[in-house]
């Protein structure tokens, strides 16, 4: 049995499509051939090369890798993980069938398996450090073996999805500690890791480990105010359905009255809940409203409010990691001590 990553689309594009059917596809554009029939690698290559005749034999070999995982090596029985790139959680499913080739498409849709989604939504930190280093492997489909990631993941599962403890994964790691610069296996080549994907998750942590609960609501009150605004923030207890009283102008008495709700926790938040921030927009005057969901919020939840475009706005800790960047400079010293930031220049990975 092996534990698999396997991406929905570069931006996610495809998350949706895959928990819905129960499937992960193979999204490569163009390429509609039966990959069952093919016998060997080099094969595929022909293949790929006929396919994309403008692509360099290097990338063609990168991709023919993660091609001949997905149709050859992925079996029933092996477990998936997809990190969305929508919300701040990872899905976990189980392979339920072999590699499938579908003729009529419809594109870029040939190719898929099979899939049993038992994990849904699970935080992302939940999982350990070093996991999630793993998960953050540029490639689409990657077979991910260090640090007994499968075995962790399992343990998880088993104990309900509770987030794993330091205790944990010492005692499942083989050498008793992570190695993160070895975390993400492909078969034979060791992929690049997504730096700034893995910059995030630090700042992601450091935000949880010093502004814990209720805590986060004063960072989001200190970024509206980084961005001008004039703020009230309701003291820890009831609220009365607002965290945060936002507005625009001298000393706050401009147009713009935003009413913001803001959920610390690591659970998806549904549509009721955000529809009580709709309704305490009419309590407080606000013509507004801005609901911050740090773990994210329930499939489909985005869409369904999209009638509230002009009202609402949604954002989950991407949005937050976003806006903070964005205004850092402008942030309170007591705010930055708390979020030490520095800006650096890296090379952009590629496969070429």
């Avoid at 499937?23 to 994309?52: I, M, P, Q």
């Avoid at 401009?254 to 921030?277: F, H, M, Q, Y």
């Avoid at 850092?328 to 070429?352: G, H, R």
């Amino acid at each position: 049995m092996e534990l698999w990553l396997n991406r929905a689309g570069a931006q996610g594009e495809y998350e949706d499509k895959f928990l819905n059917e129960g499937r992960v596809y193979l999204t490569w554009e163009g390429l509609e051939a039966n990959l069952g029939s093919l016998s060997s690698r080099e094969e595929l290559l022909v293949l790929l090369k006929d396919t994309y005749q403008d692509e360099k034999v290097s990338r063609l070999a990168n991709h023919g890798g993660q091609i001949w995982a997905f149709a050859k090596a992925m079996e029933p029985g092996d477990w998936v993980v997809l990190p969305s790139k929508k919300q701040p959680v990872i899905h976990v499913g189980k392979v339920v069938s072999p590699y499938t080739h579908r003729a009529d498409g419809p594109a870029p849709f040939f190719h898929y398996c099979e899939i049993q989604w038992f994990g849904r939504e699970v935080p992302r930190s939940n999982f350990g450090q070093d996991l999630l280093y793993s998960f953050g492997a540029f490639m689409t489909i990657c077979r991910i073996r260090r640090n007994n990631a499968l075995d962790r993941v399992q343990a998880m599962y088993s104990n309900g999805w509770a987030p794993e403890t330091a205790a944990s994964v010492v005692k499942m790691t083989s050498a008793g500690f992570p190695d993160l610069k070895a975390s993400i296996v492909d078969e034979e080549a060791v992929a690049e890791v997504d730096i700034v994907a893995y910059a995030r998750q630090q700042v992601v942590r450091q935000i949880e480990f010093k502004f814990k609960g209720h805590a986060l609501t004063k960072l989001i009150a200190a970024i509206l105010q980084a961005q001008g605004y004039t703020t009230w923030q309701s003291p820890e207890g009831a609220d009365g359905g607002a965290d945060i009283l936002a507005s625009s102008g001298d000393m706050g008495f401009g147009a713009d009255r935003i009413c913001v709700e803001v959920k610390s926790g690591n659970g998806t938040v549904d549509r009721p809940t955000v529809d009580k921030l709709l309704g305490a927009m009419t309590k407080f005057n606000a013509n507004k409203g801005l609901f911050v969901a740090w773990g994210g919020f329930k499939q489909n939840v985005q869409k369904e409010l999209a009638s509230s475009f002009f009202q609402l706005r949604l954002w989950t800790q991407d949005d937050v990691l976003d806006v903070l960047f964005a205004v850092y400079d402008q942030l309170e010293e007591d705010i930055k001590a708390q979020i030490p930031l520095k800006s650096t220049w890296t090379l952009v990975l590629s496969d070429e």
